[in-house]
């Protein structure tokens, strides 16, 4: 078995568009397993030999009486050598809010006058130690449908090829919080800021206008080239180690221009040295 992937998180973070997406890349779905049937769900596949090489499922609050039990048992099988990734998708409450509002579609733990931020709230406090024992961590909060399927896609889809980890590239503000997913992070708010320019204010880093200003910085040029030559020899030392996927994080102040020309100029190169790299801006369109 090549693969098993828990996929789990906050009611509302885009768990079924992952689970469908996992399923359109070949994996053997199964959705809402209960904790209690995780080992033989796993020792099912084992025993099926090359039948089911990669297989996903989710698990989530909606089996709470024995969601407690769900990392003890994780750990367990990851001790029987099942290639296991646990998956937590995370958002914001309240993008939460406006998605549950938007699908009109209740909370599973609302009810009994419990209201939708008690709700969100006691589902953290369900999910923290599954959280806590997670080997990757997603904020979906300024991801759209479109940027989910392209993350499990690149994290999770491509076969044996030799071509070392799929790269996220992601660009933020830091007025927003580090990404939690982040594995690297590189603050490039020492750059000239072109929100302080009347011309470029109302643009954003994937204008030409505001990549030509960046480009004229020597600063900013001796900057892409030494970060370039780093993650040349970063990621094949990544691959040797098998790791799977790597998210790197470029930050500015407000994630809306130098961090996404530059998060979009690292994308392309690592993209031309034939790594599977897909490039996403968390913060750009926040007021």
């Known amino acids: 078995m090549e693969r098993l992937v828990v996929v789990t998180g906050l009611s509302g973070s885009g768990k079924s568009l992952a689970a469908n997406c996992f399923e359109d890349l070949g994996y053997y779905c199964v959705d809402n397993l209960p904790v209690l049937l995780i080992p033989q769900f796993h020792e099912l596949i084992r025993r099926g030999g090359d039948r089911i090489r990669r297989a996903a499922m989710v698990i989530d609050v909606r089996d709470r009486a024995f969601l407690d039990q769900a990392p003890a048992i994780l750990a367990e099988i990851r001790e029987a050598g099942a290639p296991l990734h646990v998956l937590f998708l995370d958002c914001s409450d309240e993008v939460l809010k406006r998605r549950f509002s938007e699908t009109r579609r209740p909370h599973p733990m609302m009810g009994d006058g419990v209201g939708i931020e008690d709700a969100i709230r006691r589902e953290r406090e369900a999910l923290h130690a599954l959280r806590e024992s997670a080997d990757r961590i997603v ?149």
């Open 139 to 287: 904020d979906t909060s300024r991801f759209t449908a479109h940027e989910i399927r392209g993350f499990v896609r690149n994290a999770f889809g491509a076969g044996e090829d030799g071509h070392g980890p799929n790269v996220h590239v992601v660009s933020f503000g830091f007025k927003y919080g580090i990404p939690v997913e982040a594995d690297l992070v590189f603050d490039v708010r020492f750059l000239p800021n072109p929100f302080f320019h009347e011309t470029l204010r109302r643009l954003d880093g994937t204008a030409p206008e505001v990549r030509e200003f960046l480009d004229a910085r020597e600063e900013k040029v001796a900057f892409m080239e030494r970060l370039r030559g780093f993650l040349d020899f970063l990621v094949p030392l990544y691959a040797a180690e098998g790791k799977s996927y790597l998210t790197v994080a470029i930050g500015c102040t407000g994630g809306k221009h130098r961090s996404v020309a530059l998060a979009a100029e690292l994308g392309d190169h690592l993209s031309g040295r034939g790594v599977r790299a897909a490039v996403s801006h968390r913060d750009l369109g926040r007021e």
